[in-house]
Structure formats: structure tokens, C-alpha cells
């Protein structure tokens, strides 16, 4: 049975562990961390296999376990993911967006090559990439238009700088259009779907990003165009947001536990 290490212990992390306990992913949650030791302390009792929770992010991946899912930040992952395919483990990224940093991806390419593990990036809150990943080569253009409620965007680094009061939008506005590689940056928390699409069509400086506020939406929708020489895709997913993170989608939790649960699994795979 596979052993897993859980890196942030917030509401993707704690719905993770939780299909883990539960028996839904067929392994054991060994360790967990998190900078909050008041997060990870919860997280623990909510378990009916307890976890040891490890002092620092460092030590998580010195223990004897298969992979680690991180669940924190980007940042997490620009601090502590070389170490952990260091230690010869492999690794789930829910923070894609940590990963248009073209330094952070080179070395962690090379980390994966040099040590023989994976990095394993769910689809989250999007469907279509195993289509746009097939015709990468052939591609032209490629959009994602993502319309949320306003609230599931406060905190965001972008109203840092920009002029926009969300609490004072009362129709469909857009907010920000620009690259995925802009729009991960300004937005690290509510648009990773941006960097995974571009992470697998054409890069983050030709994905193109529009974000929406809807105050009437009580839905997180993603609307992707993919054209070039194969021909025309599009998709449209409407997800209802996770009720202990407006800011995550249902879905992005659902394609975390179904990428770790194949990770754990031997079967027949449907899919690339």
C-alpha cells in the first residue's frame, strides 16, 4: 500500500486526506505539515488513522513514503519541491501555477530526470486536456475565459494595484484579460486552471486569459477555445464552488483525489 505525505492541511488538503482515511484512495496518509500547526492539529483529529505531523516542510520527504501531494501555495512550491524529488520521491502539484516560473520548471524537469520520479499535475478544475495536449503541435490559438463570483476573488494580488471595488460590481464585468503567465501572478489563489491549460497547449505567454465577476453566478465557469491545423475544440465546465473554499472549485478537489487514487492503483487506466 502506497504512503502518502500531505504538504498544507486547508480545505484541499484536509478533503484529500479525508478520501485517503476513508479508504476512497487505497493507501495511508503516513505525514502531514503545515505552516499553521493549529491547521494541521485539526486536520489529525478529523482522522481515523492518525498521522504524524512533521515539524518542518523539509523533514515530510525524508520519510518513508511514495509521494507527497502538495495542497499550500506557490510558494510552497517554489520552496520546497526540489527537495522533496531530492529525496527520491515523486510529487503532486495542486499550485500549478508555481510552475510558469520558467526557472522553477527547468529545475524541476531536470530534478525529475536526474532523481527517476514524477510530478503529477491534476487536471483540476478543467476538462479537455488530454484533447489540447494531443494536438499541442498543431495549435494556434488557445483562450480560457473563467467567470466567477466576486467574492471568490477578494485577496487577490491584482486589486493591490488595480481600481476596481468588487463589492461594488453589479453585473458581468471583466476584470482582467491578458497571458496565463500574467494572470497565475495576480491571481495565484483562483486561476491555476490558466497555467495547467497552458502548461499542456502553448505555453503561458500565448494562452490567453479573460477573467469575469458575476455577482449573479453561483458557479466558477471555464470556457476554453483550442484552433489550429487539427481543426476546433471548445469546453465549457460549470462548477459549483467548494463549500469550505469559495475560491475552489468541487471539481478541482474531485480530480486531485482521482489522480491520487490511479497513482495507488493497479487497473486498467482510460485516458492519457
Known amino acids: 500500500m502506497k504512503k502518502i505525505g500531505l504538504l498544507g492541511c486547508g480545505a484541499i488538503g484536509t478533503q484529500i486526506a479525508q478520501a485517503i482515511d476513508s479508504g476512497q484512495i487505497p493507501a495511508r496518509l503516513t505525514h502531514v505539515y503545515d ?33 507527497i501531494v502538495e495542497a499550500a501555495s506557490q510558494d510552497a512550491v517554489k520552496d520546497i519541491a526540489l ?7 515523486d510529487l503532486m502539484i495542486m499550485s500549478a501555477g508555481a510552475l510558469l516560473d520558467e526557472s522553477i520548471y527547468e529545475i524541476l524537469s531536470d530534478a525529475c530526470k536526474d ?23 498543431e495549435l494556434d490559438s488557445l483562450s480560457i475565459t473563467t467567470t466567477k ?17 468588487l463589492d461594488s460590481i453589479d453585473s458581468e464585468t471583466v476584470i482582467f484579460q491578458g497571458t496565463a503567465k500574467q494572470a497565475v501572478t495576480l ?3 483562483n486561476i491555476n486552471v490558466a497555467a495547467l491549460l497552458s502548461l499542456t497547449g502553448m505555453g503561458s ?14 458557479k466558477n465557469t471555464h470556457h476554453i477555445e483550442a ?17 469550505s473554499n469559495p475560491k475552489t472549485s468541487r471539481l478541482a478537489i474531485l480530480s486531485a483525489i482521482e489522480t491520487l487514487r490511479k497513482y495507488c492503483s493497479n487497473e486498467i ?3 492519457t
Open 35 to 67: 505552516e499553521s500547526k493549529t491547521a494541521s492539529s485539526k486536520l489529525v483529529e478529523k482522522l481515523t488513522h492518525t498521522p504524524i505531523i512533521s515539524e518542518n516542510p523539509h523533514l515530510l520527504s525524508s520519510n518513508p513514503i511514495d509521494i
Open 205 to 218: 505567454e500565448n494562452t490567453k486569459v479573460k477573467l469575469v465577476a458575476d455577482p449573479k453566478t453561483d
Open 269 to 271: 487506466q482510460i485516458g
Open 115 to 137: 532523481f527517476k520520479k514524477t510530478i503529477y499535475l491534476p487536471s483540476g478544475a478543467i476538462a479537455g486536456l488530454d484533447g489540447i495536449k494531443s494536438v499541442q503541435n
Open 187 to 189: 491571481f495565484p489563489a
Open 149 to 165: 463570483h466576486p467574492r471568490s476573488l477578494k485577496g487577490a494580488k491584482f486589486f493591490e494595484t488595480a481600481q476596481i471595488d
Open 83 to 89: 527537495s522533496i524529488l531530492q529525496n527520491k520521491k
Open 227 to 243: 484552433s489550429g491545423i487539427f481543426g476546433k475544440m471548445t469546453f465549457t465546465i460549470e462548477n459549483y464552488p467548494d463549500s
